[in-house]
Every structure is written in structure tokens, then in C-alpha cells.
T-cell receptor, first 114, second 114 residues
């Protein structure tokens, strides 16, 4: 079964450092997403991406965040200057976008900011 | 009022029992309703999705949507220990047109006791 692949599975970074979280969505999917889940809290939408541009973003997704699809397979989330409160599980997801299917989520990257 | 409310549990039931999981919501624009299963430190896995009101059955799982009451349910028949996980409801106003943001409930932690 096709999978969304995320790397690394766990990243530890110092406060103020830049991090890039990487995702390989399912190959025929057209819509890509980042969500995050702070420990013990609900899964929260960050951003959706379609046709090489952001289609929607949440209040969480401020100027410190950016997304990119640098080639035909990867989808990245960059946090420019990490804060302690950015510590969370970050999930990439993709969908075919035809309204008939839910997302497929990756297994997540656990980001720990120290 | 929160947009999506879900009893976090925990909920423990004996093996073989019927499990009922529920969410309520306040946003009448929600049209698509999904149930995800999440194992510890893994990404959400889509179980069921439904559009608008009605029932949908898939094996041991039945999803119900009552838009008039803004209430959705997931029933698990003949529950198994492998069903032990956190169950997340998720909703979206529209899918497939670049507006696929999902709003999640907090999740209900379910344990099936052998």
C-alpha cells in the first residue's frame, strides 16, 4: 500500500536553530499538508499546498514557517528560528484531492527543541 | 464552544463488546466526516469517511452522521485487543477544491481488555 514517508523520525534542535522536516507524499497525490500535534493535544492544521503554492494556512503558520516542493517528490517544512513551543509531532499528509478520499498521513517527525 | 468536541476518555471495554465513539460539532459548514485511528507515536490512519448525513458500514466499523444534531458516531462491533488505540474524528467543509483543511477532535483513547 502506498505510504507517505517522513524523515527524520526524531529531530532534536537548539532553540533559535533552523530545521527542515522532509516528506515524500504518495506519488499520484496532488494536495499536500502539514499538521502538528503537541504532546497530549489534538492534531492541528498548519498548511495546505496545491499546484506549487499555499492554498490555506492557519494562524500557527507564521513567518517562521515555510513550505516547499523542491522537486517532483519531496515536500518540506522549514522552521526558521525554532522556539521551545515548536516541540511537537509534525505530520505530513497527502490526498488525491477529488473529494472521495481522506488523507494519508505519514508517521511523523518528533521535533524536540531544547 | 469548541468547533469539534470529543470525549477524551479513556474508555475501556471487554473484548467482543460493541464500542460507541462520538463527536459533536458546531460548524454547520462541515460536510465531510472522517474517523482516524492513531496508535501511539504514529500518524493518524483513515478508518472511515462519510459525506453529509447517513450511515456507512465497513466490516466491523459503522460510521453515522446526523447533521441535524451535529453529531457523529463510530461503532466498532466485536471489538478486538488490536482495536486499542486513540480514535480521532475529523471534519471538513469541502474536499477536493484546494480547501481540505481538517478540523480534528481531541481523540478518544480506547482500550480493549482481553
Amino acid at each position: 500500500e502506498p505510504e507517505v514517508t517522513q524523515t527524520p523520525s526524531h529531530q532534536v534542535t537548539q532553540m533559535g536553530q533552523e530545521v527542515i522536516l522532509r516528506c515524500v507524499p504518495i506519488s499520484n497525490h496532488l494536495y499536500f499538508y502539514w499538521y502538528r500535534q503537541i504532546l497530549g493535544q489534538k492534531v492541528e492544521f498548519l498548511v495546505s499546498f496545491y499546484n506549487n503554492e499555499i492554498s490555506e494556512k492557519s494562524e500557527i503558520f507564521d513567518d517562521q514557517f515555510s513550505v516547499e516542493r523542491p522537486d517532483g517528490s519531496n515536500f518540506t517544512l522549514k522552521i526558521r528560528s525554532t522556539k521551545l513551543e515548536d516541540s511537537a509531532m509534525y505530520f505530513c499528509a497527502s490526498s488525491e484531492g477529488r473529494g472521495d478520499y481522506g488523507y494519508t498521513f505519514g508517521s511523523g517527525t518528533r521535533l524536540t527543541v531544547v | 464552544q469548541k468547533e469539534v468536541e470529543q470525549d477524551p476518555g479513556p474508555l475501556s471495554v471487554p473484548e467482543g463488546a460493541i464500542v460507541s465513539l462520538n463527536c459533536t460539532y458546531s460548524n454547520s459548514a462541515f460536510q465531510y466526516f472522517m474517523w482516524y485511528r492513531q496508535y501511539s507515536r504514529k500518524g493518524p490512519e483513515l478508518l472511515m469517511y462519510t459525506y453529509s448525513s447517513g450511515n456507512k458500514e465497513d466490516g466491523r466499523f459503522t460510521a453515522q452522521v446526523d447533521k441535524s444534531s451535529k453529531y457523529i458516531s463510530l461503532f466498532i462491533r466485536d471489538s478486538q485487543p488490536s482495536d486499542s488505540a486513540t480514535y480521532l474524528c475529523a471534519m471538513s467543509p469541502l474536499l477536493g477544491f484546494g480547501n481540505e483543511k481538517l478540523t480534528f477532535g481531541t481523540g478518544t483513547r480506547l482500550t480493549i481488555i482481553p
